[in-house]
């Protein structure tokens, strides 16, 4: 266990060591860590969002045209423009989110 504790501290945990038993403390987890179990936005997953989100607006969208317009955007967004579209959302989080 002392020997997985310490391969994880720095890169997914941060650990405090004590004195008295118990030894060890989890006192937090490293954005490393939430990138690694899902928790933790990237480009992708936020474009994933964007165009789920634009998509349920167009199911819900009374006016024909403005349907049309947000199926389109959530198609771009699935397809040609997503590579785009995933670069500036991780550029704005690579800036925005500690690490």
């Known amino acids: 266990m002392v020997t997985a504790l310490d391969a994880l501290d720095g890169t997914y945990i941060k650990l405090r060591r004590g004195m008295a038993p118990p030894k060890w403390h989890i006192v937090g987890v490293t954005p490393?860590?939430?990138?690694a179990m899902g928790?933790?936005?990237t480009g992708a997953s936020l474009v994933e969002r964007l165009a789920a989100g634009i998509s349920?607006?167009?199911?819900?969208?009374?006016?024909p045209e403005q349907k049309r317009r947000l199926l389109s955007v959530?198609?771009?967004?699935?397809?040609?423009?997503?590579t785009i579209a995933i670069n500036v959302a991780s550029e704005m989080l690579e800036h925005r989110l500690p690490h």
């Open 39 to 41: 928790q933790w936005p």
């Open 32 to 35: 490393a860590a939430r990138r």
């Open 56 to 63: 349920e607006a167009a199911g819900k969208e009374q006016d």
């Open 74 to 82: 959530a198609r771009e967004l699935g397809g040609a423009a997503k």
